[in-house]
């Protein structure tokens, strides 16, 4: 049995809440988003990908027995038909004009975790005692650093460190990051958006996982420290123990 936790908070700085976040406890899929658009558009964006993605996997069951391949094409289509939803109702209406979100998504089948990612929202594996990040961001920034252009340091501060490259309803097509990895007992899994790990150097997120047991605690302990660490986007996270 998986114990969750989850919070979303505002932050200091902004006027509402673009993140949106989506547990499926019975069909061990667990969902952050951060949407990004001006007025309203970056929350109905993340909404309409929660939503929209939920509303898929209930109307499409998985069995548990799917290979790797399947689901891989499962969430592919999945995505595309989110992107789709989001990206015509950006084209609707010029005030949503531009609207977009990132995604990242688990599914937790018996002992193996499958990822989805889209953006710049993250997974996290914190295990005895280690933290590793599972997805790669899909940023300007990170193409830099990867290219060798600049220094991970340097893209702590980079201008444009929150320029994503790939998002939900961004475009017309969608191209999203699969993971898979085996699970082992006690292990904590974190999905967040920007907003935590932008005020939470993974060390600090590394040790109150280490330290807090409960999953509602440690959610709301990560949530609190983003924000005595300023605050300055909306933060949301959901944290797993295996």
């Given at each position: 049995?998986?114990?969750?936790?989850?919070?979303?908070?505002?932050?200091?700085?902004?006027?509402?809440?673009?993140?949106?976040?989506?547990?499926?406890p019975?069909?061990e899929?667990y969902?952050?988003?951060?949407?990004?658009?001006?007025?309203?558009?970056?929350?109905l964006?993340?909404?309409?990908?929660?939503?929209?993605?939920?509303?898929?996997?209930?109307?499409?069951?998985?069995?548990?027995?799917?290979?790797?391949?399947?689901?891989?094409n499962?969430?592919?289509?999945?995505?595309?038909?989110?992107?789709?939803?989001?990206?015509?109702?950006a084209?609707?209406?010029?005030?949503?004009?531009?609207?977009?979100?990132?995604?990242?998504?688990?599914?937790?089948n018996?002992?193996?975790?499958?990822?989805?990612?889209?953006?710049?929202?993250?997974?996290?594996?914190?295990?005895s005692?280690?933290?590793?990040?599972?997805?790669?961001?899909?940023?300007?920034?990170?193409?830099?650093?990867?290219?060798?252009?600049?220094?991970?340091?340097?893209?702590?501060?980079?201008?444009?460190?929150?320029?994503?490259?790939?998002?939900?309803?961004?475009?017309?097509?969608?191209?999203?990051?699969?993971?898979?990895?085996?699970?082992?007992?006690?292990?904590?899994?974190?999905?967040?958006?920007d907003?935590l790990?932008?005020?939470?150097?993974?060390g600090?997120?590394?040790?109150?996982?280490?330290?807090?047991?409960?999953?509602?605690?440690?959610?709301?302990?990560?949530?609190?420290?983003?924000?005595?660490?300023?605050?300055?986007?909306?933060?949301?996270?959901?944290?797993?123990?295996?």
């Amino acid at each position: 049995m998986t114990q969750i936790g989850f919070k979303t908070d505002k932050g200091r700085k902004r006027g509402r809440n673009e993140d949106s976040l989506f547990v499926m406890p019975k069909e061990e899929i667990y969902i952050v988003a951060d949407g990004v658009g001006g007025q309203n558009s970056g929350e109905l964006a993340s909404t309409m990908a929660v939503k929209g993605i939920a509303e898929y996997i209930k109307s499409n069951l998985l069995q548990g027995s799917e290979s790797e391949e399947e689901l891989q094409n499962y969430f592919l289509d999945c995505m595309r038909l989110v992107n789709g939803l989001i990206y015509e109702a950006a084209k609707q209406s010029p005030e949503n004009s531009g609207m977009a979100t990132t995604a990242v998504l688990v599914y937790l089948n018996k002992r193996t975790a499958y990822f989805v990612n889209i953006g710049d929202s993250r997974a996290y594996l914190y295990r005895s005692g280690q933290i590793s990040q599972v997805t790669e961001d899909h940023t300007y920034v990170n193409e830099l650093v990867k290219g060798g252009s600049i220094t991970r340091a340097q893209a702590e501060t980079h201008p444009q460190k929150n320029m994503i490259t790939r998002a939900l309803g961004g475009d017309d097509k969608v191209l999203p990051d699969f993971y898979r990895l085996e699970t082992n007992k006690e292990d904590v899994i974190i999905l967040c958006t920007d907003g935590l790990y932008g005020e939470v150097t993974t060390g600090e997120i590394c040790s109150l996982a280490a330290e807090i047991s409960s999953m509602s605690t440690l959610s709301a302990k990560l949530a609190e420290r983003a924000n005595e660490n300023g605050g300055h986007d909306n933060i949301t996270v959901i944290c797993l123990k295996i």
